[in-house]
T-cell receptor
Framework: TQLLEQSPQFLSIQEGENLTVYCNSS?????LQWYRQEPGEGPVLLVT?????EVKKLKRLTFQFGDARKDSSLHITAAQPGDTGLYLC??????????FGSGTKLNVKP | EAGVAQSPRYKIIEKRQSVAFWCNPI?????LYWYQQILGQGPKLLIQ????????DSQLPKDRFSAERLKGVDSTLKIQPAKLEDSAVYLC??????????FGPGTRLTVT
């Protein structure tokens, strides 16, 4: 059983469209992270959000941490084929223990 | 700065055989993690080391899996005997003092 649920599981969109991926949990975390993983590679950290209600922007990516620090969202504006990959959220608890979500597989078609 | 190294990258074995994976974390990183990632799922923590001590191995199937981190640097993860359901990518990650995990490329294990 995954501690964090991500939705949707799969997303296939055209280049230029916007999308939002959700990460939900019943647990409170000290921080939440988003990673992107490409085939044959390990996940790469995109962002860490720490404060409830925090919003961080990374170029066309916007990350939000819920007020109660249980959920998060990732919004991509004008998606590009290079955004294709598996997006993972991870809740961070005390003692640097990481709980990963089930993942959202994004495919952006040119 | 060199990244996290893992070997082998791929391994195919028959069920009931043994297999070992090796991880060399980033120099100076005290905390090392082994994860199991089954196709289509997120990584699941198997074991967490702080230097050469185990912090958490609650999800490690200890009847068949073992791991060690001698001298607090390199680590090995062993499976003996392997089952079909062990087919997965085994990821190693390390962190220094903060929350940023650096992952290796993983070892893809296929058990036939």
């Amino acid at each position: 059983t995954q501690l964090l649920e991500q939705s949707p599981q799969f997303l296939s969109i055209q280049e230029g469209e916007n999308l939002t991926v959700y990460c939900n949990s019943s647990s409170v975390f000290s921080s939440l992270q988003w990673y992107r993983q490409e085939p044959g590679e390990g996940p790469v950290l995109l962002v860490t959000v720490v404060t409830g209600g925090e919003v961080k922007k990374l170029k066309r990516l916007t990350f939000q941490f819920g007020d109660a620090r249980k959920d998060s969202s990732l919004h991509i504006t004008a998606a590009q084929p290079g955004d294709t990959g598996l997006y993972l959220c991870a809740g961070v608890s005390n003692f640097n223990k990481f709980y990963f979500g089930s993942g959202t597989k994004l495919n952006v078609k040119p | 700065e060199a990244g996290v190294a893992q070997s082998p990258r791929y391994k195919i074995i028959e069920k009931r055989q043994s297999v070992a994976f090796w991880c060399n974390p980033i120099s100076g990183h005290a905390t090392l993690y082994w994860y199991q990632q089954i196709l289509g799922q997120g990584p699941k923590l198997l074991i967490q080391f702080q230097n050469n001590g185990v912090v958490d191995d609650s999800q490690l199937p200890k009847d068949r899996f073992s791991a060690e981190r001698l001298k607090g640097v390199d680590s090995t993860l062993k499976i003996q005997p392997a089952k079909l359901e062990d087919s997965a990518v085994y990821l190693c990650a390390s962190i220094s003092g903060g929350r940023e995990q650096y992952f290796g490329p993983g070892t893809r294990l296929t058990v036939t």
